[in-house]
């Protein structure tokens, strides 16, 4: 019950264009965001959202912020993951909550709508993808008793 009731003043801050400020619990979007930081929620409309976007929505368990890796404008779906997490999880555009603009960890405070931080979080996005595209062509080549990387000379 209590956390149906601050995700609902969550949303009523955010309606009335107040940023709101949250303390992260996990590390699913190390390095960027880790456990003990803050994220600065701004309510920003599904609708301007871009790939690559961090966002916060409600869950069954509490909020959640994750990369948005893809929309659905016509079935009104977000796709977001963690930065190095392979499944996608899906949610309605009524389960989104707003973007994350800031992180502040300590006294430093990172503007993410800053385009410096945009090209940054974009280019460590696709990183994170092609390293999991690797890992996983790695584990399929382990799996089939394949040694990898080795040429045999004659």
Do not use: C
């Amino acid at each position: 019950m209590q956390a149906a009731v601050s995700h609902k003043l969550i949303k009523q801050q955010l309606k009335i264009r107040q940023k709101v400020q949250l303390k992260v619990i996990s590390n699913s979007m190390a390095p960027l965001i880790r456990a003990g930081d803050l994220v600065e929620i701004t309510a920003v409309l599904p609708s301007n959202l871009q790939t690559g976007s961090i966002i916060t929505v409600v869950t069954m368990d509490g909020l959640l912020t994750h990369r948005l890796v893809n929309i659905e404008g016509h079935a009104h779906q977000l796709f977001i993951r963690g930065e190095w997490q392979m499944s996608v999880e899906s949610f309605a555009f009524a389960d989104y909550l707003g973007q994350v603009t800031a992180v502040i960890r300590g006294k430093k405070q990172r503007r993410l709508n800053a385009y410096s931080w945009q090209w940054m979080a974009k280019g460590q996005f696709w990183l994170g993808i092609k390293y999991l595209f690797v890992a996983q062509l790695m584990k399929k080549s382990l799996q089939k008793g394949r040694k990898l990387f080795l040429r045999k000379t004659t």
